[in-house]
């Protein structure tokens, strides 16, 4: 580990490295519009897919319009609907929230004991994949190293092997967003649990998201 933390390797082309702030962290950005391989392989779209919710829901049903169209929903809280299922083909937790009995979030989270950090990587980068192919190329796309000198960084990148061990101790975490419509997607990689990495996809409607949080300000604001 002495010689990881040696290493003066320069960070390759592909990627952009920003100013690290204090503590060590070092975000690494896809340069756009490039068909890159290893850890940022891509593939170009095919078509764009205008989304006004996430699956068979759409932004602003109520919970029982909901509880209609995803039969095996469940009430977790009076504004949160859960299910289990599968999601392109992967074992998924899906999580529908609601403000003023209006749904304007979905999220849904892959998650293995059973899986390494190397497997978690290859998901995360085939889930990439198809929502590129579905929405478009990301509009934000970064790796994120913390707990690593700068100019570690391009050492960590060339040798993908730590990626796996980095993902597993939460010393790296990958994410990408898209924007369609009026709906933002933003999938993240990363591990809150030692050895416990998860894969999240979160689907907001960005009208529906203002309107919340001005209602939850204006309910604040009757408080004080």
């Known amino acids: 580990m002495a010689g990881l933390q040696e290493?003066?390797?320069?960070?390759?082309?592909?990627?952009?490295?920003?100013?690290?702030?204090?503590?060590?962290?070092?975000?690494?950005?896809?340069?756009?519009?490039?068909?890159?391989?290893?850890?940022?392989?891509?593939?170009?779209?095919?078509?764009?897919?205008?989304?006004?919710?996430?699956?068979?829901?759409?932004?602003g049903m109520s919970t029982g319009e909901v509880m209609d169209v995803c039969p095996?929903?469940?009430?977790?809280?009076?504004?949160r609907l859960e299910e289990r299922k599968r999601v392109a083909k992967l074992p998924a937790e899906v999580a529908y929230i609601f403000a003023d009995d209006r749904l304007y979030a979905a999220s849904v989270t892959f998650k293995s004991s059973l899986d390494t950090g190397m497997e978690f990587i290859a998901k995360f980068k085939n889930l990439r994949r198809l929502l590129s192919k579905k929405y478009g190329e990301p509009v934000d796309s970064?790796?994120?190293?913390?707990?690593?000198?700068?100019?570690?960084?391009?050492?960590?990148?060339?040798h993908s092997s730590y990626h796996g061990v980095l993902v597993e101790s939460g010393r790296m975490q990958m994410?990408?967003?898209?924007?369609?419509?009026?709906?933002?997607?933003?999938?993240?990689?990363?591990?809150?649990?030692?050895?416990?990495?998860?894969?999240?996809?979160?689907?907001?409607?960005?009208?529906?998201?203002?309107?919340?949080?001005?209602?939850e300000e204006e309910q604040l604001l009757e408080d004080l």
């Open 142 to 158: 970064k790796t994120t190293f913390t707990g690593w000198r700068s100019c570690n960084s391009g050492f960590v990148l060339e």
């Open 7 to 59: 290493a003066m390797a320069p960070i390759p082309e592909r990627a952009e490295e920003s100013s690290p702030p204090e503590g060590g962290v070092t975000m690494l950005r896809e340069a756009p519009r490039r068909q890159d391989s290893g850890i940022f392989e891509s593939s170009p779209p095919s078509r764009v897919h205008n989304i006004e919710g996430y699956g068979h829901t759409r932004w």
């Open 175 to 215: 994410n990408c967003s898209w924007e369609v419509a009026e709906t933002k997607v933003h999938m993240a990689l990363g591990c809150k649990t030692t050895r416990q990495p998860s894969i999240t996809i979160d689907y907001e409607s960005t009208h529906l998201k203002e309107e919340t949080e001005m209602i």
């Open 72 to 79: 095996g929903v469940r009430t977790a809280t009076v504004d």
